[in-house]
Each structure stands twice: as structure tokens, then as C-alpha cells.
């Protein structure tokens, strides 16, 4: 999941790294210029699996996109407050895995009582408060239908496997055009 920070903020984050980083004054992240004093870095959410950007999910009107919908609901989210940025010290993907806070609200519990992500639990067995609250906000989500409760869905995890709706299309494979 991308998020744009200033450099201010990716100092501050730097230096509110998780005290389990090896070195908490560096991030190794894929990163991009935004313009020339802002950058942008990915940083994969704690605990909690999204929806990916081109996954379709199923409810009574047919599929709908909601990868997408996952990813404006994270960017709208973000664009309502500050973020802080706690590291884990671990990767996934090749990116920094970590928790955001928007002016106190985890946005991962936030994405997945949204019901536009599922929690990852076996990724918080050291982190049993959050994994609690993880559970809880997505049983709500399914008891109220939010998002993609509403109606049919892939796990992202199978989704990124290639497991697929029968809306959707299949990934080809490297070789076929």
C-alpha cells in the first residue's frame, strides 16, 4: 500500500521505528519522488491483508472492483489526518511491514471493519491485543455486510495465487499472450 509522506513526516518516521529495527534511523523501502521535497515509500500493513488493486469481489449486482475500493478507502483515510508509521523491523514482499495511525486510528483495524481487508493473524501471534481487535472488527464487518460481506470474495492471499470468481479473469501465464 502506498503512502506519500513529506520528508518531515518520513524523518518522523525514521525516527519512531519499532524498537525491534536493527537500525532505527533507516528505512529500506522501494521509493519515488513525488516532486522534488516529497516522496513516497511502500510500507505492507501489520496483520492486516487487503484486498489487491485489480481483485473483484462478488455482491447481488454482479463483481465489482473491490481491490480499488479498498485501495481509495485506505487513501482517503489517509488524506483525513497525520499518519505515524510504527516499523516492525520486518519485510514482506521486499517492503517494510508496519502499522499507520491516523490521528490515532489503526488503518488497518479501520480497512478491515471497513470490510476491505481481512485479518492476517498468523502474522500477530506476538501481538495478541491487536490480533484480538483485528477479529473483533472483522466479525462486525461480516455481521453488517460491510464491503465485500455484502456478498462473495477471494482471500487476497488465494487472490495473489491465482485463485479466482468465476467473473473474473483468470492470470495468464508468463509465456501466452
Known amino acids: 500500500m502506498r503512502v ?3 520528508l518531515t513526516l518520513l524523518v518522523a518516521a525514521c525516527g519512531q521505528a519499532a524498537p525491534q ?3 532505527q534511523s533507516t528505512i529500506r523501502a522501494d521509493g519515488r519522488a513525488i516532486d522534488g521535497d516529497t ?18 469481489c462478488r455482491n447481488s449486482n454482479g463483481c465489482w472492483p473491490c481491490g480499488k475500493a479498498a485501495q481509495d478507502y485506505a487513501s482517503k483515510l489517509l488524506k483525513t489526518g497525520t499518519s505515524t508509521i510504527r516499523l516492525t523491523g520486518k519485510q514482506s514482499y521486499g517492503r517494510p511491514i508496519g502499522t499507520v495511525e491516523i490521528d ?11 470490510g476491505l481487508a481481512v485479518p492476517a493473524t498468523n502474522y500477530l ?11 473483533a472488527a472483522y466479525e462486525r464487518a461480516e455481521a453488517s455486510h460491510a464491503g465485500v460481506h455484502a456478498g462473495y470474495f477471494t ?4 487472490w495473489r495465487r491465482g485463485e479466482r470468481l468465476s467473473c473474473e479473469s483468470r492470470p495468464r501465464d508468463k509465456g501466452t499472450r
Not at 501471534?125 to 477479529?135: C, F, G, I, L, T
Not at 482471500?155 to 488465494?158: A, F, I, L, Q, V
Open 125 to 135: 501471534k506476538n501481538d495478541p491485543e491487536r490480533a484480538e481487535r483485528y477479529v
Open 4 to 6: 506519500i509522506l513529506g
Open 155 to 158: 482471500d487476497p492471499t488465494k
Open 104 to 114: 490515532g486510528q489503526d488503518l488497518g483495524e479501520s480497512m478491515i471493519a471497513a
Open 21 to 23: 529495527a536493527e537500525d
Open 39 to 56: 516522496v513516497s515509500f511502500d510500507v505492507r500493513l501489520f496483520g492486516a491483508d487487503a484486498f489487491e488493486k485489480r481483485q473483484l
